[in-house]
């Protein structure tokens, strides 16, 4: 809530179409109301205001669904799915997993990605996932992570060290898709809002691909 003036003039100041928000710190005694931006829609799944929980932002000329059917209870994530013209849908989820996470949550997310890769749709997926996938020697949770990519044929985008402390750089932010060839661009942009970077991915045409 205390960046939500922030978040409104990026949104407003960029040509942004989809922004995905994790730890948004809300329950449901706050209102889409209260979190509105103008031009967008909001779909969102929360945890509480002391931590976890996760917001979509859509641009209000994009057709969308939920797929809230695609996600486990147990993930903090939301799924949305576009219809293109000319394509197959597209699903852009967020998914927040957080630091203190058991093993078995990359289950549930491996049957996520069944459900995804048995539709046969572009999937974008974008979040917060506290797997640092810059270390040489990565700990039991990214090799699980990694192991599920190779498995359903996901390539991560992000190269750059994204969230930035005093003391040390790590590569947690991630942005995963089963279609890099239809990724014209993605990076890393420092906002300066917190120590978590802003990560970008620009899909080519959604007229012709």
């Known amino acids: 809530m205390k960046h939500l003036d ?16 994790n730890e948004s710190k809300i329950d449901n005694q706050i209102s889409n109301n209260e979190i509105h931006i103008d031009g967008f829609n909001i779909i969102r799944k929360d945890r509480n205001r002391f931590g976890g929980g996760v917001v979509i932002y859509v641009r209000q000329n994009i057709s969308f669904s939920d797929r809230i059917d695609l996600i486990p209870d147990e993930l903090e994530m939301v799924c949305i799915e576009l219809s293109l013209p000319y394509n197959k849908s597209l699903l852009i989820s967020t998914w927040y997993r957080p630091p203190n996470s058991l093993m078995n949550i990359f289950d549930y997310w491996a049957s996520f990605l069944a459900k995804c890769d048995n539709e046969d749709n572009e999937l974008i997926l974008i979040g917060d996932l506290n797997c640092d996938v810059s270390k040489t020697i990565p700990d039991p949770h990214t090799c699980k992570l990694q192991f599920l990519c190779s498995l359903y044929q996901i390539d991560q985008l992000i190269k750059e060290s994204k969230r930035l402390t005093p003391k040390s750089a790590t590569l947690i932010d991630l942005i995963l898709t089963n279609r890099p060839e239809n990724i014209s661009r993605s990076g890393v942009i420092h906002l300066g809002i917190s120590d978590h970077s802003l990560v970008y991915a620009v899909r080519i045409s959604m007229s012709k691909h």
């Open 6 to 21: 922030e978040i409104r003039l990026i949104l407003n100041n960029n040509a942004l179409d989809i922004l995905a928000i």
